[in-house]
């Protein structure tokens, strides 16, 4: 298996959905005390080159690190990447799941994501064990698994490749055949639900990293539990469902009501026996489970008490230039994801309205009932209810980064290494941005605090001059600044 890894390199990259920030806002709203992301510890099992880690120990200096993994090339090209950013909060080490335990010591996050599926079944019995005898009390682990029915699909199409491919080594060749057998397959198949559903596999297929499919869908080992075989081991190993990692999954906001009523009575009323209902009828092939020591006693739905103490985004914007925000009249907002919502309520308008104006700012609880007025129970309530329908972002801390880019702009440093060699950089909300904007990657490895914006725009002025970019304008104060305000607004620079 660690051959596999070392023989093919996993690229990391910063997952939104395991990092603390993420997993204290759920744990809280269950009723976890759940430590601060500013100021706590985290393993991550199987981390491979640190993709995921490494961003997370940059953006909080406070925090310590440990990622291990079995694959020495990934670790050692994490560990240059640690050197070379100069983070001293962070340790990768080369090891085993098998022999991993209780030397790493205590962590009040464990994230294990795209390992569980992928190990045999010690390794598997052992994750959970590190996620139970290494979590703080209050702690919680991020565990990531295929899952049935969904992945029976996936698993007809994995079962006909690994017989085809039978001899074919070399892995490059692997992917490559793979792609052409499934395609002529699904030319060849004679009913239109076979060829949807080659075609489904196709594009899965081609659309992933080729290193992504010679790992994920062509190694030996593949397990995917049901939800409740998942709990179940879960249980065996001191451990309780919390929720996943992605909250509107959580508030079954994607099914209609009746729906959602005759899955619950078939679950006779039990939530866990309803969340696997859930699955059979959405056909579920994946999933992000949070889990905490059995013992915590937990609150049996997100309450929205909490929210009261943290903070605020959106990208939602209203349909009408000027909303009117007075109450009785109908107004509409919209996100990037999420159903639109329309209010005719002042303190769901205003609330909605302050977001967008800051956006992509993050605003405290108490800032945002100051502008909205109104009850601060129903505005918590109606936070909850958006932060399940993907219509805000929450935070338990502050924003992390400056919105105004300072004097001498400094970007994230890691974004100024990553844009030395591809378009692709990890903000310091732990996302991507493609820089696809040429002289935008160049500005971002010139942002170390040494230029003020007359020097930067020196800098941009003599590169365009040697490397002229087709269409590009004229560098002037307004264009400098509009570029720097973007980078800011993408979440890359520190200062
Ligand atoms: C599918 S990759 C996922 C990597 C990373 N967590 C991510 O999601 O980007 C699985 C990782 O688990 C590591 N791994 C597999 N078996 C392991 C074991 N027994 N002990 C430690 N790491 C292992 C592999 O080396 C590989 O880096």
Same mark, same amino acid.
Not at 108 to 129: F, K, N, T
Not at 215 to 225: F, G, M, S, T
Not at 297 to 304: G, I, K, V
Not at 419 to 439: N, P, S
């Given at each position: 298996?660690?051959?596999?890894?070392?023989?093919?390199?996993?690229?990391?990259?910063?997952?939104?959905?395991?990092?603390?920030?993420?997993?204290?806002?759920?744990?809280?709203?269950?009723?976890?005390?759940?430590?601060?992301?500013?100021?706590?510890?985290?393993?991550?099992?199987?981390?491979?080159?640190?993709?995921?880690?490494?961003?997370?120990?940059?953006?909080?200096?406070?925090?310590?690190?440990?990622?291990?993994?079995?694959?020495?090339?990934?670790?050692?090209?994490?560990?240059?990447?640690?050197?070379?950013?100069?983070?001293?909060?962070?340790?990768?080490?080369?090891?085993?799941?098998?022999?991993?335990?209780?030397?790493?010591?205590?962590?009040?996050?464990?994230?294990?994501?795209?390992?569980?599926?992928?190990?045999?079944?010690?390794?598997?019995?052992?994750?959970?064990?590190?996620?139970?005898?290494?979590?703080?009390?209050?702690?919680?682990?991020?565990?990531?698994?295929?899952?049935?029915?969904?992945?029976?699909?996936?698993?007809?199409?994995?079962?006909?490749?690994?017989?085809?491919?039978?001899?074919?080594?070399?892995?490059?060749?692997?992917?490559?055949?793979?792609?052409?057998?499934?395609?002529?397959?699904?030319?060849?198949?004679?009913?239109?639900?076979?060829?949807?559903?080659?075609?489904?596999?196709?594009?899965?297929?081609?659309?992933?990293?080729?290193?992504?499919?010679?790992?994920?869908?062509?190694?030996?080992?593949?397990?995917?539990?049901?939800?409740?075989?998942?709990?179940?081991?879960?249980?065996?190993?001191?451990?309780?469902?919390?929720?996943?990692?992605?909250?509107?999954?959580?508030?079954?906001?994607?099914?209609?009501?009746?729906?959602?009523?005759?899955?619950?009575?078939?679950?006779?009323?039990?939530?866990?026996?309803?969340?696997?209902?859930?699955?059979?009828?959405?056909?579920?092939?994946?999933?992000?489970?949070?889990?905490?020591?059995?013992?915590?006693?937990?609150?049996?739905?997100?309450?929205?008490?909490?929210?009261?103490?943290?903070?605020?985004?959106?990208?939602?914007?209203?349909?009408?230039?000027?909303?009117?925000?007075?109450?009785?009249?109908?107004?509409?907002?919209?996100? !990037?994801?999420?159903? #639109? @919502? &329309?209010?005719?309520?002042?303190? /769901?308008?205003?609330? *909605? =309205? $302050? %977001?967008? +104006?800051?956006?992509?700012?993050?605003?405290?609880?108490?800032?945002?009932?100051?502008?909205?007025?109104?009850?601060?129970?129903?505005?918590?309530?109606?936070?909850?209810?958006?932060?399940?329908?993907?219509?805000?972002?929450?935070?338990?801390? !502050?924003?992390?980064? #400056? @919105? &105004?880019?300072?004097?001498?702009? /400094?970007?994230?440093? *890691? =974004? $100024? %290494?990553? +844009?030395?060699?591809?378009?692709?950089?990890?903000?310091?909300?732990?996302?991507?941005?493609?820089?696809?904007?040429?002289?935008?990657?160049?500005?971002?490895?010139?942002?170390?605090?040494?230029?003020?914006?007359?020097?930067?725009?020196?800098?941009?002025?003599?590169?365009?001059?040697?490397?002229?970019?087709?269409?590009?304008?004229?560098?002037?104060?307004?264009?400098?600044?509009?570029?720097?305000?973007?980078?800011?607004?993408?979440?890359?620079?520190?200062?």
């Amino acid at each position: 298996m660690a051959d596999a890894y070392n023989r093919v390199r996993y690229i990391g990259f910063p997952m939104a959905q395991t990092h603390p920030d993420r997993l204290a806002v759920i744990a809280r709203l269950f009723g976890l005390a759940a430590s601060p992301p500013g100021e706590c510890r985290v393993l991550e099992l199987g981390c491979a080159d640190g993709g995921n880690i490494i961003p997370m120990a940059l953006a909080l200096p406070r925090s310590r690190f440990t990622g291990f993994d079995s694959a020495a090339q990934a670790v050692a090209q994490g560990r240059a990447l640690v050197a070379a950013l100069g983070l001293n909060n962070i340790t990768l080490l080369e090891r085993d799941l098998m022999e991993a335990g209780a030397e790493l010591g205590e962590f009040d996050y464990i994230i294990a994501h795209g390992v569980y599926s992928w190990v045999p079944e010690e390794a598997r019995e052992r994750l959970l064990q590190i996620c139970r005898d290494n979590l703080a009390p209050q702690g919680v682990a991020y565990v990531s698994y295929n899952a049935l029915p969904g992945f029976h699909r996936r698993e007809m199409f994995r079962q006909m490749l690994l017989f085809h491919l039978a001899g074919v080594e070399d892995p490059a060749d692997r992917v490559r055949q793979a792609i052409a057998f499934i395609e002529s397959l699904g030319q060849s198949a004679p009913s239109p639900l076979a060829r949807a559903l080659f075609a489904e596999e196709l594009q899965h297929l081609t659309q992933s990293h080729w290193w992504y499919v010679y790992h994920d869908d062509l190694e030996p080992v593949n397990y995917a539990p049901y939800f409740h075989e998942f709990l179940a081991q879960a249980r065996a190993h001191g451990l309780q469902y919390l929720g996943e990692a992605h909250f509107p999954e959580i508030e079954s906001g994607l099914y209609n009501k009746p729906a959602v009523e005759k899955l619950r009575q078939w679950a006779q009323g039990d939530a866990l026996r309803t969340e696997q209902y859930i699955d059979f009828v959405r056909g579920r092939l994946f999933r992000q489970t949070l889990l905490c020591r059995a013992e915590v006693a937990l609150w049996p739905s997100p309450h929205p008490d909490p929210l009261t103490a943290m903070y605020f985004a959106s990208a939602v914007s209203p349909v009408s230039p000027a909303p009117d925000l007075s109450p009785g009249v109908w107004e509409e907002f919209r996100a !990037p994801h999420g159903a #639109p @919502l &329309r209010s005719d309520d002042p303190q /769901v308008k205003t609330a *909605l =309205a $302050r %977001l967008h +104006a800051v956006w992509p700012q993050f605003m405290p609880f108490a800032e945002l009932l100051a502008q909205a007025g109104g009850e601060p129970a129903l505005l918590a309530d109606f936070l909850l209810h958006t932060y399940g329908a993907e219509l805000v972002e929450v935070s338990v801390r !502050p924003d992390p980064f #400056p @919105l &105004r880019p300072g004097e001498r702009p /400094v970007a994230s440093p *890691l =974004a $100024r %290494l990553q +844009a030395k060699d591809g378009t692709l950089v990890t903000t310091l909300r732990h996302a991507q941005v493609d820089l696809a904007d040429h002289i935008d990657r160049c500005l971002v490895q010139w942002l170390d605090g040494t230029r003020d914006r007359p020097a930067l725009a020196a800098a941009l002025h003599a590169f365009l001059e040697s490397n002229p970019v087709a269409g590009a304008q004229p560098v002037t104060p307004e264009s400098l600044e509009m570029r720097l305000d973007r980078l800011a607004r993408q979440a890359l620079l520190v200062a």
